[in-house]
Each structure stands twice: as structure tokens, then as C-alpha cells.
């Protein structure tokens, strides 16, 4: 009998309205419901959809009790006049505007989700759902951590979650422990397990598309699996962030832990770390993971970072195993360009461009320690005095340009392990300070070769830079009206000396030997062959003509889209610097 109760319930879609009543059914626009707690009452069913009210706003916790099943999803919409704005969930100071406990096959779509009102109600008292077991739950409040959207593994393994078209701004807590002013998050994915009990709780399966972050205290999104300290073999699995944005957050923009099989691509980064708000966290590279595997960060945007650490347009911090980051684009980011910490194994960059990366400078002016870098390898592996090397490091075709006003380093700690560094592009302006450079040598194996630096004069090589280097302009194609950070400015001419006289990177046919597989394409989706020497830098031959773009769908230049009035810095007005944006960022129509 209870399997016919799912197979032959019949789907119900459920409104709700301002003007709506909670004493009617439900079930059509004209009887709408009204309140979340309306919805907080009730166990939805495979199939299920709850949609809000286009123009209206809700404000407290929704606690969405029910899961869908493979091919029939519980969805949370909209619906009503598509020329109102999408619907707002106002988490009104609890601890999530909406929250996912334990339940699976779930869609969150065409809505809008904020949460920074106090956690306390007018008579004082922490504001808590009864329904979310609140003394049970570290952080039953939003008192010391908010969140946009939380989904909580505890009791089962939770898999496949949508979250498309939404939008998650301004997530902060109340706190009354200022060590925690900064804990607010658009998205956390929270698994708790008990090895030693045999509980093993994941989150997998998830796509996050076209979804907006804006102005959280921390992170926009945060993946933290509990419970896992000390075992490697235990990751979520099948992550995919593909067309966000991340503007202003606090901390970084994604950060999975300990995940498996995870995707990061074609999104826009803007200004993480970002303190235009004193809750902000005021820290953190565009994305970054932590002890995962089978990870791919391609065809982004990573665009000024801020912080005094860390800050890298997108960094690997340890524990780490095959993360490849590949054909962003790279600018202003204040720590710099590439960052590897230790314990790493297969992990790099290649096909970037990096433009006017690690400008910090170091507080009390010391070589080699906070001051910003366009390559930095570490064997930082925790808070500890342990250092742990890593295998298979590399840095590779990638394209670094550097103006007069900044001067990073690149740098290789002591006992880094092996490193691969070839076919760099490094071209600066000939006026400015010289740029230092230190690969440590001990306990560490090189192999470096056929990397360009022009003008030789304005950076200090370390021996072990000089093998078959390069010192000749490489004689990018004049362009004109078109921002520093655009693409086209690096795309070598007919004559350049980058072509063809680079170091040959073949000899496996699995895509993940990064080392020995250089993925067959460049920056701009050209072919690269295994069989004869690649061209320097991450743009194999010029491509497309002035003002025009490679677009990767359609595998032809394209003309720039016109520019859309959108605030893409987040500062509140549509300014130059967004339309300056739309020209490198992801095709954009009106």
C-alpha cells in the first residue's frame, strides 16, 4: 500500500500569494495559499511543484519537507506575470531562507533568496522553526551563521538538486560573537557523518545553474562535508556550477570540500573578498578546492579578488589529487594569478590569461612571503608545522601580461616536490620595477623549458628560469578601444616568435596525465597537436579579427553582443566598468 500511495499519487501543484488564504486548498491561482506556514505543515510528494507568486515577498524559514524521485522532482517555482519580478524568500534572521533536510530529487528555480534581519523577534527570543529539531542542529539560529539556502545530509545521503535562474544577496548574520560577523552564505551543501558508526551521509548530484550571488558575509557557495577529518576515500560526487555569477561576496566565490567529479565553468567572479560591507569577510580567491578530485575550472571569468592572503583568481589549497584550471580569463586579482598549496598530486594550470595579477604588496615588506604572485607553489598542508610536498605540479601555457605599476613574483618553496613549468607567456611593460623570481632548489626537481619573458630587463631570472627561454617580443596583434583584460590583446601575429617553439607536452592518451596530455585545445578552442611543437603561450595562432570573439559554441568569430544595461560590479549603478565587463565576459544578447 505505501508504494501505491507514491506510484499513484497524483502531482499537485500548490500556489502561494500575498492575497492569498490559508484556509483554501492550494491548488490553483484563484485559491492560493498565503503563508509559509502553510507550507511548513505539509509533506509534498514525488512530482510535487510549489510556486510563488511573481512580485510577491515572504519573510522566515521555509523547511521544505519531501523528496521527489528520479524523473519526477519536487519543484519550488514561480508563477504569474513574467514582467514581475521573481518571487522573494526573506530569511527575516533565521537561519536559512530555505532549507533542505535530508530530502532528495529537488528543483529550486526563478527565485529570489535574502537573509539579514536580526535573529531575534520583537519580544527578544531567537527565532527557530520547530520543525528543524532547533537545539539539535549546531546552528539552529541565524544568530552567528545565515545562510541563502542550506541542505543538510545527516540521516540519509541526499542526491540530485537543481538550482536554476535564482538569485542569493545579502546573507548576514546577526551575531553576538564578533568572531563570527562574517558567516553568511548564499549556498551551503552540509553532510555530517560517523565513520566509526558506519554513517556515511553524502550530498551528490548537484547543478547550479545561472544562479546570482551577491554581497554574502562569506562565501557564496560552501560544500563541507562533517565527520570526514582524516579519511580521503569519502566525497561528494558530481558537482556542477556552469553560467553564476559571484559578485561581492565576502569570502571566495565556490569552495567544494572533499567532492569528487567537479565542474566549474563559464562562470563570472567579480570581487571576492569584497568589504564594501564591514559583515564581509573581506578575503578569498574566486573558487578553490580542498581535498577533492577530478576537478575542472574552465572558461571563467576570475576577476578582482581581494585579501590579504590567498586572493588568487582561483587557487588549489591541499589534499588535492587531478585539478586541472584551464582557460580562464584572469585579471586584477590582488594576490595573483596561480596558487598550489601542498599535498597535492596532478594538480595545475594551463591555457589561462593572466592580466595585471598580484598586486599586493607585502605588509612588512618581506621577499617571497604575502606579496602578490603569478605562479606560487607551496607545501603549506594545514595549520600546523608540517609541510608537505606535492607530485605533478604544473604551469603551462598559460599567458601572464604585467603593467608598469605592479611587479609580482613567482615563487617555488623548499621540498615542493617536482614541477613542470613550460611554454609561458610572460610579456610586461617595459617600464616599472623589476619582477623577482626564486625557485627554491632544495628537495625540489624541475622541469622547465621554452618559457617567453619580454622584456628580459624587467624581470630578475632565477637560473633554473633560463632553460630555453626566450627573450624576443612575442608581437601580439595591434588592437585598438579594447579594455587590457580582453583576449584579443594577447593573440600572438603571424610573425611572433611564440609560434611553433614551444615544448612538446604527448605521450598519453588519458585525459587526466595532464603532464603528458595537453588537452587538445587552446584558449580559444583552436586544435592543439601531440605530434609537433605547440606555440607559447595560451593562444595558439591569432584568431578572430579585432572586436570580434571566439565563441566556443558556435566554433567561429563572433561579434561582441551589445552591451546590456546590468550592474556587474554590484555597486549599484551601471557604470562603464560593467560595460567594459560584457565585452570579455561570456556572450551576453538583450
Not at 519537507?65 to 504569474?80: D, H, R
Not at 535564482?166 to 548576514?172: N, R, S
Not at 611553433?500 to 586544435?527: C, K, M, V, Y
Request: with cysteine; hydrophobic share 35%; charged share 15%.
Amino acid at each position: 500500500m505505501a508504494g501505491c500511495i507514491l506510484s499513484c499519487h497524483a502531482q499537485q501543484t500548490y500556489h502561494v500569494s500575498p492575497t492569498g488564504d490559508d484556509a483554501l486548498s492550494g491548488l490553483s491561482p484563484t485559491n492560493a495559499w498565503q503563508s509559509l506556514d502553510a507550507l511548513n505543515a505539509q509533506t509534498f510528494l514525488p512530482g510535487d511543484s510549489i510556486l510563488f507568486e511573481r512580485g510577491g515577498t515572504w519573510h522566515g524559514m521555509l523547511h521544505l519537507k519531501g523528496s521527489g524521485t528520479e524523473g519526477s522532482a519536487l519543484v519550488v517555482g514561480a508563477y504569474g506575470d513574467n514582467s514581475q519580478p521573481r518571487p522573494i524568500l526573506d530569511g527575516d534572521g533565521y537561519q536559512a531562507s530555505l532549507l533542505i533536510y535530508n530530502d532528495s530529487h529537488i528543483v529550486v528555480q526563478d527565485m529570489v533568496f535574502t537573509n539579514q534581519t536580526s535573529h531575534l523577534d520583537d519580544n527578544g527570543e531567537v527565532k527557530k522553526l520547530p520543525t528543524f529539531l532547533g537545539e539539535t542542529n549546531d546552528w539552529g539560529s541565524g544568530k552567528n551563521v545565515r545562510f541563502g539556502i542550506k541542505v543538510v545530509a545527516d540521516a540519509a545521503t541526499v542526491k540530485d538538486l537543481v538550482f536554476r535562474d535564482v538569485k542569493l544577496h545579502d546573507i548576514y548574520p546577526t551575531p553576538t560573537n564578533p568572531d563570527n560577523a562574517h558567516l553568511g552564505y548564499g549556498i551551503k551543501l552540509e553532510s555530517r557523518s560517523d565513520t566509526l558508526n558506519g554513517q556515511i551521509h553524502t550530498i551528490d548530484d548537484v547543478l547550479v545553474t545561472g544562479v546570482e550571488f551577491a554581497r554574502t558575509g562569506h562565501y557564496g557557495m560552501w560544500i563541507k562535508p562533517l565527520g570526514l577529518a582524516g579519511n580521503n576515500t569519502i566525497k561528494h560526487e558530481h558537482i556542477q556550477i556552469t553560467g553564476c555569477t559571484f559578485t561581492h561576496t565576502g569570502g571566495s566565490g565556490f569552495v567544494p570540500n572533499r567532492s569528487r567529479h567537479v565542474v566549474v565553468e563559464h562562470c563570472l567572479f567579480n570581487h571576492t573578498g569584497s568589504s564594501v560591507d564591514d559583515r564581509m569577510w573581506a578575503r578569498g580567491s574566486g573558487t578553490w578546492p580542498f581535498k577533492c578530485e577530478r576537478v575542472v575550472i574552465q572558461h571563467n571569468r576570475l576577476m578582482n579578488a581581494h585579501g590579504p592572503q590567498d586572493s588568487y583568481s582561483a587557487h588549489i589549497d591541499y589534499g588535492c589529487k587531478d585539478v586541472v584550471i584551464q582557460y580562464n580569463l584572469s585579471f586584477n586579482n590582488e594576490g595573483g594569478f596561480a596558487e598550489i598549496l601542498g599535498d597535492n598530486i596532478n594538480c595545475g594550470y594551463r591555457y589561462n590569461i593572466s592580466v595585471n595579477d598580484g598586486y599586493r604588496e607585502d605588509p612588512e615588506g618581506q621577499p617571497w612571503n604575502k606579496k602578490g604572485k603569478i605562479f606560487w607553489l607551496s607545501t603549506f598542508c594545514g595549520n600546523n608545522q608540517v609541510r608537505c610536498p606535492s607530485q605533478g605540479s604544473f604551469f603551462y601555457n598559460n599567458t601572464v601580461y604585467v603593467d608598469e605599476s605592479i611587479n609580482p613574483e613567482i615563487y617555488v618553496w623548499p621540498d615542493a616536490g617536482d614541477v613542470f613549468m613550460c611554454n609561458n607567456l610572460v610579456s610586461m611593460a617595459a617600464g616599472g620595477e623589476v619582477l623577482p623570481t626564486l625557485l627554491e632548489d632544495e628537495g625540489n626537481v624541475f622541469n622547465v623549458s621554452h618559457n617567453l619573458f619580454h622584456p628580459p630587463a624587467r624581470i630578475d631570472l632565477d637560473n633554473d628560469l633560463l632553460a630555453n627561454a626566450l627573450f624576443l617580443s612575442p608581437q601580439f596583434l595591434a588592437t585598438s578601444d579594447t579594455p587590457v583584460q580582453s583576449e584579443l590583446n594577447y593573440q600572438p601575429s603571424p610573425a611572433s616568435p611564440t609560434l611553433g617553439n614551444g615544448a612538446l607536452i604527448s605521450g598519453s592518451d588519458d585525459p587526466w596525465d595532464f603532464r603528458h596530455n595537453n588537452g587538445g585545445l587552446d584558449f580559444f578552442g583552436q586544435p592543439i597537436s601531440s605530434t609537433t611543437s605547440p606555440t607559447i603561450g595560451a593562444l595558439q595562432s591569432s584568431l578572430c579579427a579585432e572586436s570580434t570573439f571566439w565563441d566556443v559554441n558556435t566554433n567561429q568569430c563572433e561579434a561582441h553582443p551589445e552591451p546590456c544595461p546590468e550592474d556587474l560590479d554590484g555597486d549599484g549603478t551601471v557604470s562603464v566598468f560593467d560595460l567594459l565587463m560584457l565585452l570579455t565576459a561570456l556572450p551576453t544578447t538583450c
